[in-house]
């Protein structure tokens, strides 16, 4: 059998804490080889859950951006319709093993749509609806930072 990632990880993270930090005379080389391992030992740990992080969001966000369709439809600055409706649909074969770069680059194309949102949501003058919207993003981001902060 071979390796897994999380596997693949932590051998490269011990041959250089094991093999190659006891080497090194420069404090500069050392400090940087251990921040180095310590990513390692962080993509270690998080790598397990990264897909269903990414999947999650990716619902949520899309979620969002699909029930915030009335509220933008009219606002100047907002994302366009059809861009927010390409982001929104389920991908072609949801039965499909999830890819890492396309729940990436969703995630990002996500992310952008989110911000034009906040962006056109700031400059346009209080309404309820609009109001709504806004505590509901704040509320996303907050749940989505407080994930991430426990990887």
Do not use: C, K
């Amino acid at each position: 059998m071979q390796p897994g990632i999380a596997e693949l990880l932590a051998g490269i993270r011990e041959i250089l804490e094991r093999v190659i930090a006891p080497g090194l005379d420069d404090p500069y080389r050392a400090t940087q080889l251990r921040g180095v391992g310590e990513t390692l030992a962080a993509l270690e740990s998080r790598w397990p859950r990264e897909l269903p992080r990414l999947m999650r969001e990716n619902d949520e966000f899309a979620a969002l951006l699909s029930d915030a369709r009335p509220v933008l439809a009219n606002l100047s600055g907002a994302p366009p319709d059809d861009e927010r409706a390409a982001a929104v649909s389920p991908p072609e074969d949801p039965s499909a093993y999830p890819d890492l770069a396309r729940l990436e680059a969703r995630n990002r194309e996500l992310r952008r749509l989110v911000s034009e949102t906040i962006r056109a949501l700031h400059a346009a003058p209080p309404d309820p609806e609009r109001d709504a919207l806004r505590t509901r993003i704040r509320n996303l981001l907050a749940a989505t930072l407080r994930r991430r902060a426990g990887d």
